[in-house]
């Protein structure tokens, strides 16, 4: 257990609702990260977090945004899911500089119809 | 910027028989470098990684990785491959610069462990 968890797991939306996705973290770690994983690309990073309603863009952020509140939790929303935002979406945790290590949750299949 | 290639999507291979995962990168600053594995349905798991210490790397498995600054890759071997090594697994470039940690994958190589 990596200590990142995310939810739903599986999600079947129709064009045009917003989704919110949401990523929680038992310990208190600065940086998040949302990526989406799809065949061929590999993981590519959609927002990440750098602590408490501090955020960045990623490489593939068209169409999203975030959110983060409080430490433990980072949401992404889809303001007006889209089929191609169809895919798998991973949310990580870097653990600093002297680990620098990121682990990841067990991601939500998002299926926009 | 920094960048990963993979060298082959997909790697075939007999049980018991060496595994050689092909991996260069690029990056502007001096890189850590990961190998994660996937296996089907599931999330991604830290197999092994380098961050400018020995330059050979032992992971989880019986995996490891050398890195070498002159060639510019981080190839992941292992000396008999199991039935449960098969999986995607993923070359990955940490670039720290700027502040954070901003992961580049590369695309994947999806091994295949044949009786």
């Known amino acids: 257990d990596a200590g990142i968890t995310q939810s739903p797991r599986h999600k079947v939306t129709e064009t045009g609702t917003p989704v919110t996705l949401r990523c929680h973290q038992t310990?208190?770690?600065?940086?998040m990260y949302w990526y989406r994983q799809d065949p061929g690309h590999g993981l590519r990073l959609i927002h990440y977090s750098y602590g408490v309603k501090d955020t960045d863009k990623g490489e593939v952020s068209d169409g999203y945004s975030v959110s983060r509140s409080k430490t433990e939790d980072f949401l992404l929303t889809l303001e007006s899911a889209t089929s191609s935002q169809t895919s798998v979406y991973f949310c990580?945790?870097?653990?600093?500089?002297?680990?620098?290590?990121?682990?990841f949750g067990p991601g939500t299949r998002l299926t926009v119809l | 910027a920094q960048s990963v290639t993979q060298l082959d999507s997909h790697v075939s291979v007999s049980e018991g028989t060496p595994v050689l995962l092909r991996c260069n990168y690029s990056s502007s600053y001096s890189p850590s470098l990961f190998w994660y594995v996937q296996h089907p349905n599931k999330g991604l798991q830290l197999l092994l990684k380098y961050t400018s210490a020995a330059t050979l790397v032992k992971g989880i498995n019986g995996f490891e990785a050398e890195f070498k600054k002159s060639e510019t890759s981080f190839h992941l071997t292992k000396p008999s491959a199991h039935m449960s090594d098969a999986a995607e697994y993923f070359c990955v470039v940490s670039d720290q610069g700027g502040g954070g940690n901003k992961l580049t994958f590369g695309t994947g190589t999806q091994l295949k462990v044949e009786l």
């Open positions: 310990e208190n770690h600065r940086y």
């Open positions: 990580a945790k870097w653990t600093g500089v002297n680990t620098d290590t990121q682990y």
